[in-house]
Structure formats: C-alpha cells, structure tokens
C-alpha cells in the first residue's frame, strides 16, 4: 500500500490549497478515504471522510464550509480543496487509508 500526498505549500491567510493523495496497493473505488491533520505540538486531528463512491462526506466543524473532499475512483487519488485557510489550519496533513497515512504534505498559513 503506498499513499502519496501533495500539493501543500505556503499560503496567506485567506487563500487556498487543493491537496492530493494518490493511493496504490488496494482496491480504492471500495474504501472510504480520510483526511487528517497534525500541527506542530499536537496530536492528530480528523478532518474530512468520504465515502466509497463520493456521494457521501463529512467535515470537522473546524474546516466545514471551507474545505470539500473529493474523490476520482477512475485515478486512485482523493483530494482536498481548502480555501478561506487561516493560520490555524497550518499542519501535516495526510489521507488514511484504514490507518496507514502517508508521508505527509506541509501547508503553512502565514502572512
């Protein structure tokens, strides 16, 4: 199983981001798909899950209205738009797959 993310960066508050995850190694089209963060000192916190087949999500109160997971079952990978970012979205975020996450992608929300 190899889950790939990317797409963070640094970002003002107030702008976006769209991450990416391409996931390998599994059946994708059948397993919902998670994101989660950490920020610096913290533990990890949920973010986002979509179903199997992209018709049904669910968002932390923390990012609902600002963030949309989606997912291309055609491409193996799940994303997530993040727009409106504040400071305080600054974080490691990874997708999870029943547990096992990636790498990681950076997103820094600075001015």
């Known amino acids: 199983v190899q889950l790939v993310e990317s797409g963070g960066g640094l970002v003002q508050p107030g702008g976006s981001l769209r991450l990416s995850c391409a996931a390998s190694?599994?059946?994708?089209?059948?397993?919902?798909m998670t994101w989660v963060r950490q920020a610096p000192g913290k533990g990890i916190e949920w973010v986002s899950t979509i179903n199997s087949g992209g018709t049904r999500t669910t968002y932390a109160d923390s990012v609902k209205g600002r963030f949309t997971i989606s997912r291309d079952n055609a491409k193996n990978t799940v994303y997530l738009q993040m727009n409106f970012l504040k400071p305080e979205d600054t974080a490691v975020y990874y997708c999870d797959w029943t547990g096992t996450r990636g790498q990681g992608t950076q997103v820094t929300v600075s001015s």
């Open positions: 190694g599994f059946t994708f089209s059948t397993y919902l």
